[in-house]
């Protein structure tokens, strides 16, 4: 007998669950591995919301799953069936192109998606949603799918619903918690622009061994798949130029021109949006918008209601933005300035580290252009700075 090794969505099930005394509604699906026949066991994977947009979840096919497991089946050699319909489309999308595409990336054989079609459109609200994060890439999508930016764009998406997706970007034990406190800054924007704010929780990140960056954009997409009833465009917040497509397998969103298209449905288009535009130019157009002013976030190391660390790759990146373009003081409320003064000559001295990267060269240029003065002590130090970095680069490290 050929090897013949399946991944088989069984069922799908819509129903309310109890956490902490709250209701929710969440959509599962059973899951089960077989290897020529013999089962190799079952899980369950789910999405939920809240109680009230329980009725959004999508349980007539399963696009959600299927997109969820196509990176473990590609990486493993399993087929996907489904004995739950899946969209037309985006079977076709997935067998034709985007699995073939994953398979070479990872150096795999190519799989595919075996399941009934499900041919006519879902009936949804659509709604356009984005992620909220914090970030310097959402805020300027944001920005420019709501208030005036839409009268001069007139095939631009005005922006609906603000979403915070728990599969994975929040880390530890705590990564609940973490999820809850995004939410709530994504509720209080979310009401002071007049839109909605969504949470989608799941448990993609604590049942499939993968790598968060390797399967980000895809998991991002399942979650709005799982409410195909609510979404008619979703809008993905690219943090990579256009021009630096590549399929990676360390971070899969240098591909989302290419998932974005082909993980898209009859009735559910995701968009890339933002990789065009420099991040140099998103913060000078986010110094005129005061809502992002005491909720910038784009840190990697503390917490979504904490300020800025100061010292990570891009808060370091995104002071000297906002210093050069003599804004900084607009945003005291997230950075610490007196530390930011501090460390400027040490700051400048990173980005000339690493002048081969193009947004720390945007932001030279940025500096440069200002007239403000690159200490000579920022020459040295970076030239610190590259030696030790080369012998970490010797090392393997």
Not at 146 to 174: C, M, Q, S
Request: aromatic fraction near 8%; glycine fraction near 6%; charge should be neutral.
């Amino acid at each position: 007998m050929n090897d013949e090794r399946i991944i088989r969505i069984k069922s799908l099930c819509k129903a309310e669950v109890c956490e902490n005394g709250q209701s929710y509604a969440r959509l599962t699906a059973r899951i089960a591995k077989e290897n020529n026949g013999i089962s190799e066991g079952e899980i369950s994977l789910w999405f939920q919301t809240d109680e009230q947009n329980g009725k959004y979840l999508t349980d007539d096919r399963s696009d959600a799953f299927v997109v969820s497991l196509m990176y473990t089946a590609v990486s493993t050699g399993y087929e996907i069936h489904s004995d739950v319909p899946v969209s037309s489309r985006l079977m076709y999308q997935l067998n034709e192109y985007l699995l073939p595409s994953l398979a070479e990336m990872l150096e795999k054989k190519a799989i595919c998606v075996h399941a009934p079609e499900a041919k006519e459109k879902v009936s949804c609200e659509n709604a356009v949603g984005t992620g909220y994060s914090g970030g310097v890439d959402g805020f300027y999508t944001i920005y420019a799918h709501t208030g005036d930016r839409l009268k001069n764009a007139p095939y631009r998406p005005a922006l609906t619903h603000l979403t915070v997706i728990n599969a994975g970007v929040f880390e530890g034990e705590n990564h609940r918690k973490a999820f809850e406190k995004s939410l709530s800054l994504a509720r209080s924007l979310a009401k002071e622009l007049g839109l909605k704010a969504i949470g989608i929780d799941t448990n993609l990140h604590l049942v499939l061994d993968e790598h968060y960056l390797s399967v980000y954009s895809i998991r991002l997409c399942s979650a709005a798949l799982a409410l195909q009833k609510l979404y008619g465009t979703y809008l993905l917040s690219s943090g990579h130029s256009q021009d630096s497509f590549k399929m990676d397998r360390i971070n899969i969103s240098f591909g989302d021109l290419l998932t974005c298209q082909m993980l898209s449905t009859e009735s559910l288009r995701f968009i890339g949006y933002g990789g065009g535009i420099r991040r140099v130019d998103k913060i000078r157009a986010l110094v005129n918008y005061p809502v992002c002013y005491s909720r910038l976030h784009s840190c990697f190391v503390t917490a979504p209601d904490e300020k800025n660390c100061g010292h990570c790759k891009k808060c370091r990146m995104d002071i000297l933005n906002l210093w050069a373009l003599g804004a900084l003081d607009k945003f005291s409320g997230v950075y610490d300035l007196e530390q930011a003064e501090k460390e400027r000559a040490a700051d400048i001295a990173f980005l000339l580290a690493n002048i081969d990267e193009p947004m720390y060269q945007d932001t030279l240029d940025l500096i440069k252009e200002a007239g403000l003065e690159i200490p000579q002590r920022s020459r040295i130090l970076a030239q610190q700075f590259k030696r030790s970095m080369d012998i970490l680069k010797k090392k393997g490290l």
